[in-house]
Antibody, heavy 118, light 106 residues
Framework: QVKLLQSGAALVKPGDSVKMSCKASGYAFTDYIIHWVKQSHGKSLEWIGY????????NYNEKFKSKASLTVDKSSSTAYMEFSRLTSEDSAIYYCARWSYGGYGAYWGQGTLVTVSS | DTVLTQSPALTVSPGERITISCRAS??????VHWYQQKPGQQPTLLIY???NLDSGVPARFSGSGSGTDFTLTIDPVEADDNATYYCQQSWNDPFTFGSGTKLEIK
């Protein structure tokens, strides 16, 4: 079955960067686009962007363009998101999701909690 | 960005029929999808493309709408439906989500 396994929680200092992973299994990794979504504590969901594992092509929400960087490693079926110049506003749970062609997240990872604190 | 406005929190009893609304600030055709999120869990897909039930989702859930107005219906509500429900649109870039409707079962 389709699974997306995300890396564990991270505690990082303001100004640092964090790189989280999303390992896919149960399907052909390059056949589906991977999206990333942010959920601040107790709040709604924000779409960060996506990466096409086949081509490496990306599309970012303008709000996160200077903050997020999406990459993939096809050999290990893993997608990565690096978030840079972290502030307290970046403390959140970050989800990866396998999007279907109609534009919706059919499968979601369990989330990575990022806490930014000195 | 396309803003999705959802109805406020609801408190209902098991067995009732409820509707949760999602209104878009501009047309999104039928590219609206609904998710359920229980505390401490990731979102799970319920309805895609406005009215299509995802695999394994109980038939108590249904969706409707097009253009700017969409509805998620649960009939009848069960205790396990205690969760927050989000709509999401994929017609306009960037993709956006509604603010969520928290459903509490008495």
């Amino acid at each position: 079955q389709v699974k997306l396994l995300q890396s564990g929680a991270a505690l990082v200092k303001p100004g640092d960067s964090v790189k989280m992973s999303c390992k896919a299994s149960g399907y052909a990794f390059t056949d589906y686009i991977i999206h990333w979504v942010k959920q601040s504590h107790g709040k709604s969901l924000e779409w960060i962007g996506y990466i096409n594992p086949y081509s490496g092509g990306t599309n970012y929400n303008e709000k996160f363009k200077s903050k997020a960087s999406l990459t993939v490693d096809k050999s290990s079926s893993t997608a990565y998101m690096e978030f840079s110049r972290l502030t307290s506003e970046d403390s959140a749970i970050y989800y990866c999701a396998r999007w279907s062609y109609g534009g919706y997240g059919a499968y979601w990872g369990q989330g990575t909690l990022v806490t930014v604190s000195s | 960005d396309t803003v999705l406005t959802q109805s406020p929190a609801l408190t209902v009893s098991p067995g009732e029929r409820i509707t949760i609304s999602c209104r878009a600030s501009e047309t999104v055709s039928t590219l609206v999808h609904w998710y359920q999120q229980k505390p401490g869990q990731q979102p799970t897909l319920l309805i895609y493309l406005a009215s299509n039930l995802d695999s394994g989702v109980p038939a108590r859930f249904s969706g409707s709408g097009s253009g700017t107005d969409f509805t998620l219906t649960i009939d009848p509500v069960e205790a396990d439906d205690n969760a927050t429900y989000y709509c999401q649109q994929s017609w306009n870039d960037p993709f956006t989500f509604g603010s969520g409707t928290k459903l509490e079962i008495k």
